[in-house]
């Protein structure tokens, strides 16, 4: 890889970590305790967010039409949420094992911790559920794709692509032939060594 991409992706990792401990810093702050999965609120900060619960009665009624009208279609998607988090998982279960990729640990990606919030009546729990799902979902699948295209096919595009995974930076540039040829079996033993497996 380029020496100046490697320097400035190193960059972008410090950043990453800077960021990840301004965020503790900020939990801290909030006196919220996280135990592994479970998130922990002192008893002053609970009763400072009952304070601003809204009952389902009075966010019924003081729901938005719009809100009302669009919530079947939201909720209808659903059912093929369900099934593409279904055919990802034994897509990968059968197509990683036969390749030796590391499979994808799919609980790292789905995090359910909105309803420890006690100023969340159940609707919005419910809500924030579900949109927990639908990006999960989304990160999980980017993830098992991510790791598939490093597989078969790890060329950057001629154009720039929008939020790339972060396999890409590493993929041969597009064009260099040479390259492709002297780095595929590298970047595919690769993804036998990821540490975050579900084996």
Not at 70 to 95: E, G, K, R
Not at 129 to 146: D, F, I, T
Not at 161 to 190: C, N, W
């Amino acid at each position: 890889m380029n020496p100046k991409i490697s320097e400035l992706l190193a960059r972008i990792q410090q950043m990453e970590l800077e960021i990840e401990q301004e965020m503790k810093r900020k939990r801290a702050e909030l006196q919220a305790d996280f135990e592994e999965t479970r998130v922990r609120f002192e008893h002053e900060v609970l009763e400072q967010q009952r304070r601003f619960k809204t009952g389902i009665l009075p966010y019924m009624l003081s729901a938005n039409l719009l809100s009302v009208l669009t919530a079947p279609v939201i909720y209808s998607v659903l059912f093929p949420m369900l099934l593409l988090d279904l055919f990802i998982t034994v897509y990968q279960q059968i197509c990683f094992r036969a390749y030796g990729i590391s499979r994808v640990k799919r609980s790292d990606y789905f995090v359910y911790d909105r309803a420890h919030l006690a100023y969340l009546n159940l609707i919005e729990k419910i809500n924030c559920a579900y949109c927990s799902y639908g990006n999960g979902l989304m990160a999980y699948g980017r993830e098992v794709v991510a790791r598939t295209e490093q597989y078969w096919c790890p060329i950057k595009h001629a154009r720039k692509i929008m939020a790339a995974h972060p396999y890409y930076t590493g993929f041969v540039d597009f064009g260099d032939a040479e390259s492709y040829k002297q780095e595929l079996e590298h970047l595919r033993a690769q993804l036998a060594e990821i540490n975050q497996t579900n084996e």
